[in-house]
């Protein structure tokens, strides 16, 4: 499927009204969209909504042996997905640009900044270590994707509880979540992506584009900071040429940025703390609104069914039995195996068949012994010879008989 | 979710859920939860086909479902099939040749009855992307605990603790079998109750669409 195309007035109208400083929504130059976080049912998964974008994360574990060059240090992994629901465009198994893009500057801005305490992820060293694997997943793209993957996936992380182990001389026990209670990750800090949208040669900026803007601009600056106002990584593409006193601005807008939305995480992180600590269910179910008028909901029900035991066994008598079948696969002699004794053969030519065909006979229709109950004929057929035209190309067919017990 | 006394059956379906037009980009998309099992589906179509892939006189659909950790494997791959040959009986394809129609489900949170969570939800998601459809189907599953009691819509623990698991598409015009997936051992006289339970059981769950409908329309009609 291909994305319909952007048509030349819609670019005309999308420049013209950034020129004036407007945006299609309503924003201003440096507002972000709503942001909403919300947590899954187990550990580790994470939803964010920025605008209409809609991103899912999950975080899951597993003990793996660590690399050579690093003995005691877990591992983390990073899967991004393009899925084919978020947008027409991204087609499943396609390795685009935009999907090495985004991935490896997840990896940059995960990774490479040392956010989390690998080495806590240590179980014994040089043997067995903790691979944290964060997959996400594109819902819906409208625009901003980079944004709302390092958001939920960093929030993932923080909600993330890994199992407990045991270590006793060489042995190491897993604790399941209800023996033990499962430990959270050590986090140091928690790096966010803020992306800048530059048009016209970078004379005018916008933060947080959306799926139109982004069709339309030229380049995009991708600042990756934590509240600490740290840069974790910087990435420019499109190839626009951008002056110091744009970097060092852009990067001052992202730390007021960054430090909203991680207070944000901090309080949604809390919010499930308290949620799960007083006993209430969480997850998707519950994040579902229920005053929209496209959603409704249905408590648990009861199919009543009397009379049911006499229905079934109504059905069952009056079905004719099956017809007997042999036991397959029949052992005539040790070492033979034979399946299918006994049935119909329909490879050969049959002249009742070819009258429902209507195209140049190719193979009749191999008929299953179970629905024609009437014509089955038991016991050894002759072996019917498949090929024998002169004008086969397959070198002489040898048909092997099962030696007769 | 269980029951039984000795003839009258008194099985329950658990809390579900459902939400439509949830996503801007696809044409219909939808969200379905049954208990803790949650399910996202997209729908694409009708849209251009690639020429290695079209049929002539009918719409191409093709299914997607994508776990949240891991790559599909073979188990996803069957379970597409099951639904796609679901949707196939139940879409009129033929009134748009030479089209794709695309289904991309989503697990969100899997506790048991993921096949026929994915049922219900592509089948939302037909009806919110306004494709025609002859009927309407949904999934119930069935499962049957090793002392014989037979339990609908089962959590992950009770199918792990299960003998046998069923699952049943059921039209909604005659209320027949449309695709049936089980694992398991059972017998004739079981497979029947089952049929008999996920077709009763199917009621319910038609008649929620309907009242989704209505108020998801409440406003415009």
Redesign the interface.
């Known amino acids: ?2 994305d319909t195309p952007l048509s030349n007035c819609e670019r005309d109208f999308l420049l013209k009204a950034i020129e004036e400083k407007k945006r299609l929504d309503g924003r201003q130059t440096y507002d972000y969209r709503n942001i909403k976080i919300t947590f ?3 550990y580790g ?1 994470c939803f964010v909504d920025l605008g ?1 974008t ?1 991103v ?1 994360a ?1 975080v ?1 574990c597993e003990l793996v042996t660590p690399k050579e060059s690093r003995p005691n240090e877990g591992i983390m992994f990073f899967n991004l ?1 393009l ?6 465009a991204f087609e ?1 198994g396609r390795s685009s640009e935009l999907l090495v893009k985004l991935n490896r500057q997840l990896e940059r801005c995960l990774r490479n900044s040392k956010c989390i305490d690998t080495e806590s992820l240590c179980v014994v060293s040089g043997e067995k270590v903790w691979q944290i ?1 964060v ?1 996400v ?1 594109m ?4 625009g901003n994707l980079m944004d709302a993957t390092s958001i939920a996936a960093i929030a993932a992380l923080s909600h993330f509880k890994r199992p407990d182990v045991g270590i006793q001389g060489d042995e190491v026990t897993v604790y399941s979540a209800q023996e033990r209670d499962p430990i959270a990750l050590s986090i140091y800090h928690m790096p966010i992506c803020v992306s800048f949208a530059f048009f016209q040669q970078g004379t005018y900026l916008l933060v947080d584009p959306c799926e139109r803007e982004e069709r339309v601009m030229d380049g995009l600056l991708m600042v990756a900071m934590n509240k600490h106002r740290e840069i974790c990584s910087i990435q420019s593409s499109g190839g626009i040429m951008l002056l110091k006193e744009q970097v060092l601005r852009c990067s001052k807008i992202a730390s007021v940025k960054v430090s909203e939305i991680t207070d944000l995480i901090a309080k949604a992180l809390e919010n499930d703390k308290k949620a799960r600590k007083e006993g209430r ?1 969480c ?3 519950e994040s ?2 229920q005053e ?22 109504d ?2 008598e009056g079905v004719e039995a099956p017809a007997e079948m042999a036991l397959s696969p029949v052992v005539p002699a040790p070492g033979v195996g034979q399946v299918g004794a006994g049935l119909q053969n329909a490879w050969g030519l049959e002249d009742e068949e070819d009258d429902e065909e209507e195209e140049d006979g190719d193979e009749p229709e191999v008929t299953i012994v179970a629905e024609k109950r009437g014509n089955k004929k038991k016991g050894e057929r002759p072996v019917v010879i498949i090929s024998d035209s002169e004008d086969s190309e397959e070198e002489e067919v040898v048909i092997l008989n099962p030696e007769s017990s | 979710m269980e029951v039984c006394s000795s003839d009258g059956f008194n099985v329950t379906l658990r809390e579900f859920g459902c939400e439509q037009c949830l996503l801007s980009r696809p044409d219909g998309s939808s969200s379905f939860i049954q208990g803790d099992t949650s399910v996202l589906a997209a729908v694409y179509g009708p849209a251009e086909v690639k020429v290695s892939k079209e049929i002539y006189d009918r719409a191409t659909l093709e299914v997607v479902i994508q776990t949240k950790v891991g790559l599909p494997s073979v188990k996803e791959r069957s379970q597409e099939q099951c639904v796609r040959e679901t949707c196939e009986a139940s879409l009129l394809s033929s009134l748009h040749p030479r089209s794709s129609l695309t289904l991309i489900l989503q697990v969100l949170h899997d506790d048991g009855s993921l096949l026929s969570c994915f049922l219900n939800a592509a089948c939302m998601a037909f009806m919110d992307a306004g494709l025609p459809m002859s009927c309407l189907f949904c999934g119930v599953t069935c499962a049957i605990a090793r002392d014989g009691q037979v339990i609908t819509d089962p959590t992950a623990t009770q199918e792990k603790e299960s003998r046998a698991l069923l699952t049943f598409a059921i039209d909604s015009t005659e209320q027949k079998v449309l695709m049936s997936s089980t694992k398991g051992s059972f017998s004739v006289h079981e497979l029947q109750e089952c049929i008999a339970i996920s077709q009763m059981a199917s009621e319910k769950i038609f008649q929620f669409y309907r009242e989704s409908v209505q108020r998801r329309y409440s406003k415009t009609l």
């Open positions: 499927m291909r899954g049912t187990d998964c209409k809609r899912m999950q899951s997905e899925s084919p629901m978020a947008s027409p499943l694997r997959d997943h819902l819906n793209h409208d269910k997850g998707f179910a579902m609104p929209r008028i496209t959603a409704l909901k249905n408590l648990e029900t009861t199919v009543e069914m009397t009379d049911l035991t006499k229905q079934a066994s059905i069952v």
